[in-house]
């Protein structure tokens, strides 16, 4: 080092003042490499320990240039100082080449002697550094020995310190893909994190809704059936109903009510859909159906009315519905009831008769012909027939989720499967129960029904324990998941 390479040169120095309009540019790309203010790194210390010992200089320093400061990454020799003012600065001219800067007495240069290094207690008179240059051509700072007696370097000298420099930025360019993992690790992270957070919110949302939705859909469901089943003098009441959605209303309905006289009215049908809509045709049909029959109780008038009432609907749209309505007349001693039924496109009312023998029940299909679907066509006919319903006896009415129910071998339960169970019921026959063990039917099945069903049974005791005209026993069974009850003038509990 004691002499001066002809390669080397002593570039004129700028004031800080007159940085170029590239500055912008380079500012962002040290704020890019996010390495300033970061604690000590031995990979730094290392640089500039080699560039103290190669150079033979007792300091040496590692320093990036801020807006307003340079900032000390590493320093060799150099105690209690981490950064200094830019302006007048050392560093702040070596950043305006790509060329290494040297001064050989800092005394005599016009813009290094004010420098605190220069003029302070430390005195330095020797400065050499290179540029730390990123691969798109911006001058992080750099790599710079010191010394306190002015000095010469040689071509070599000088090749070291941009070699030095080189290797500082290839630290940086790892360090910045390190952080770039990490940074795209931890923004993984947190985008599962919130994923996971908002699968879990939107469950907990989900939960909440399938609640209410679950609740409203019960409350509505309520308020298409009977809160419970009446008493009627000689007669046993049983009624259930199974929901197959918490979620979707269903269409299936049933009622019991008095026409005056001693005489009765009935009915059980099912509207086609579920949902809001389908709730509302139940709502209409219910009621159609009661208004109806107090102005003519003839079956076959009362679902005429119904099928102009949905079709004269247009909020009904295409809706229509099946249903069977029937009158019950009590005849003398209580001897049992005549029952006229009318049916509009509905499964048959089953008839259970205890046959002959006593583990033996003959099932008749009560299926008026020619009985149309109600609300589809404007000149709907509808059947009527009449039975006679003797103590000891039974009808059942039910929605056709029974009947299209799945068994365990994986086709429908049909009028074949529920007549064969029917027949195998114990006598005499008992309203409550026959639901008793229909509902239980659906129970056991693999699958459960795939729709709604309800189910009303109505039966007359072989020996009536309540006299013609006093309080007679309903009976009304909830859908499953409820609490099911029977009661006797009590409201049940709701699907």
């Known amino acids: 080092m004691a002499q001066q390479a002809s390669a080397s040169r002593e570039p004129e120095r700028v004031r800080p003042s007159l940085i170029t309009s590239d500055e912008v540019g380079r500012i962002a790309a040290v704020r890019r490499y996010d390495i300033l203010d970061t604690p000590p790194d031995g990979a730094f210390d290392r640089v500039a320990a080699m560039a103290a010992r190669l150079l033979d200089v007792p300091v040496a320093s590692v320093t990036i240039v801020d807006s307003d400061r340079i900032w000390f990454k590493a320093a060799h020799g150099l105690e209690g100082v981490s950064e200094i003012g830019r302006d007048p600065g050392l560093c702040a001219s070596a950043v305006l080449s790509d060329d290494a800067l040297v001064i050989s007495d800092a005394l005599a240069d016009p813009v290094a002697c004010s420098n605190p290094l220069v003029a302070g207690l430390m005195g330095v008179r020797f400065y050499a550094a290179a540029p730390i240059i990123t691969d798109d051509g911006h001058r992080l700072g750099t790599v710079n020995v010191l010394d306190t007696r002015p000095r010469l370097v040689t071509a070599a000298d000088t090749a070291t310190l941009v070699d030095l420099a080189a290797i500082v930025m290839d630290e940086l360019e790892l360090r910045l893909s390190a952080l770039g993992t990490v940074r795209a690790e931890q923004a993984q992270r947190e985008a599962e994190h919130q994923r996971a957070e908002s699968e879990r919110v939107a469950r907990e949302q989900a939960e909440r809704d399938k609640s209410a939705i679950a609740a409203f859909a019960a409350t509505l469901q309520r308020t298409l059936l009977p809160p419970a089943l009446p008493p009627v003098p000689g007669l ?48 209409l049909t ?58 509009g496109g509905h499964p048959p009312t089953y008839h259970l008769i205890p046959g002959e023998q006593v583990d033996r029940v003959r099932v008749d299909a009560v299926r008026p012909k020619g009985g149309m679907l109600i609300g589809a066509f404007a000149q709907a006919r509808f059947a009527t027939t009449t039975v006679r319903l003797a103590p000891g006896e039974a009808l059942l009415l039910y929605t056709d989720g029974l009947t299209e129910a799945r068994t365990r071998g994986g086709g429908m339960l049909g009028d074949v499967g529920l007549t064969a169970f029917l027949a195998q019921r114990p006598t005499p026959m008992s309203a409550a129960a026959l639901v008793k063990d229909t509902a239980a039917l659906l129970d056991a099945l693999p699958e459960g029904p795939g729709d709604d069903v309800a189910l009303l049974a109505l039966s007359v005791p072989t020996r009536p324990t309540v006299p013609h005209g006093a309080s007679a026993t309903a009976h009304t069974t909830a859908a499953p998941g409820a609490a099911a009850s029977e009661s006797a003038g009590r409201s049940p509990e709701a699907p």
């Open 236 to 283: 046993e009441l049983a009624a259930h109903y199974h929901t197959a959605s918490a979620q979707d209303v269903g269409g299936d309905f049933y009622d019991v009510f008095p026409l005056g006289s001693e005489r009765w009215a009935f009915f059980l049908g099912d509207v086609c859909g579920k949902g809001a809509e389908a709730a509302a045709v139940t709502s």
């Open 286 to 343: 219910r009621y159609t159906l009661r208004a109806a029959a107090h102005i003519d109780p003839d079956p076959e008038a009362v679902l005429t009315t119904l099928n102009t009432a949905l079709l004269m609907d247009p909020s009904i749209g295409s809706r229509f519905c099946t249903a069977v309505f029937g009158v019950l007349v009590p005849e003398e001693q209580g001897a049992g009831f005549t029952v006229t039924v009318a049916t």
